[in-house]
């Protein structure tokens, strides 16, 4: 719980400190979100049940629907434990605002190298980002629900947009 609580309140100061800056984004940049992204981030990964401390990275790629605030991909993490985690998923993006996404991955998850023993798998993932030309880096916190276990991660984002 400790854990968690200071996660969401780091979380919540990033968002807040930030508006102005994003406010400012959105104002000066006239161009929209790229059509294309492709993002990696890492993070360090608690497991509920377990009680364990991991690191994982996760790779995307989403198409952005241009003048709309709506993305969608594909994406798949690694969490680097001795169960070998593996999520593939279906990358549901929502923009509120320029700077901050909302990802939404249904999926299947599986350990090691045994596809053939998939099951379902949900993470919810924000983002927030600073933008740099069609560069971005940012913080990411996630939730996951896997079959084993439930797991929350706070890492970096980096991505890049064509």
Do not use: W
């Amino acid at each position: 719980k400790t854990i968690l609580s200071f996660i969401l309140l780091a979380s919540t100061i990033i968002i807040c400190a930030q508006e102005s800056h994003s406010k400012h984004n959105e104002h000066s940049h006239k161009h929209e979100h790229q059509k294309h992204e492709l993002g990696i981030s890492l993070s360090p990964v608690y497991f509920f049940k377990e009680k364990e401390l991991s690191i994982a990275t996760h790779l995307h790629y989403v198409y952005n629907f241009p003048a709309t605030r709506f993305g969608i991909g594909v994406g798949y993490e690694r969490i680097f434990d001795e169960h070998k985690h593996n999520f593939l998923g279906i990358e549901l993006n929502y923009r509120p605002i320029r700077s901050l996404t909302l990802n939404l991955s249904p999926g299947v998850a599986f350990e090691g190298d045994h596809f053939d023993e998939k099951e379902f798998a949900m993470h919810f993932e924000s983002v927030y980002e600073f933008e740099f030309e069609s560069f971005h880096i940012g913080p990411l916190l996630e939730l996951a629900y896997h079959p084993e276990d439930f797991h929350i991660s706070l890492g970096i984002h980096i991505g890049l947009g064509f």
